[in-house]
């Protein structure tokens, strides 16, 4: 599992720099967005942050790794855990960041409120998780190539959700928005026991 986390890291810094520059850029963005802006900038470097795995199978499927991959003491089952341990490792450093953006983001806009906060972390939170649980278990069926297809489709439903949020404005339900993460890990953890299920049984 080392070994495959290792060379997911070495691929993602050889290939996804240009990804890498364009989360920290909506980082950025996101840092110094007023309170009326809309929630694309805020919540968005946590969508590309999930989808870093996303990408680092493409480049499995494309250069073959998938086929090799078969033939070393690495079983399906632990080829797909690692993709999902990859998605919550750049998902959780996107989230770290895009939280630190979010305290400036609120101190800048006329004072930090810690209720303010808490929402922020807990959309922020829900959302890191999903990208890559909702595209994963169609990519590892059917293959990257239609499995991108669903990919297009959650960001497509994500921009145009973001027009009815109004961020950071999102007081008043703490509780209920504390107990969306927890749902959002569970589809995660269903999403990996699909993802098991569904290439275990696949031809390559």
Not at 39 to 64: K, Q, R, T, W
Not at 88 to 113: E, K, T, Y
Not at 132 to 143: E, I
């Amino acid at each position: 599992m080392k070994g495959l986390l290792r060379k997911d890291f070495y691929l993602l810094w050889n290939y996804c720099r240009l990804f890498i520059i364009l989360v920290l850029g909506f980082l950025v963005l996101s840092a110094f967005a007023g309170s009326g802006d809309n929630a694309f900038l805020v919540y968005y470097p946590c969508i590309l942050g999930s989808a870093m795995s996303i990408n680092l199978l493409a480049y499995d499927e494309a250069e073959h790794w998938c086929a090799y991959c078969d033939t070393l003491p690495v079983t399906r089952r632990q080829f797909v855990t690692g993709k999902y341990l990859m998605s919550l490792i750049c998902a959780g450093i996107v989230f770290l960041l895009s939280a630190a953006a979010s305290a400036f983001r609120l101190s800048l806009n006329g004072g930090f409120d810690g209720a303010d906060f808490v929402d922020q972390l807990a959309v922020l939170a829900t959302i890191s998780p999903l990208p890559a649980a909702l595209c994963l278990p169609l990519m590892f069926k059917y293959g990257t190539q239609k499995g991108r297809i669903a990919f297009f489709v959650v960001i497509g439903v994500f921009c145009a959700s973001t027009v009815f949020l109004d961020v950071p404005e999102l007081t008043g339900v703490s509780l209920p928005m504390i107990l969306l993460p927890l749902m959002s890990l569970a589809i995660f953890a269903a999403s990996w026991l699909l993802s098991v299920r569904f290439y275990q049984k696949r031809e390559i």
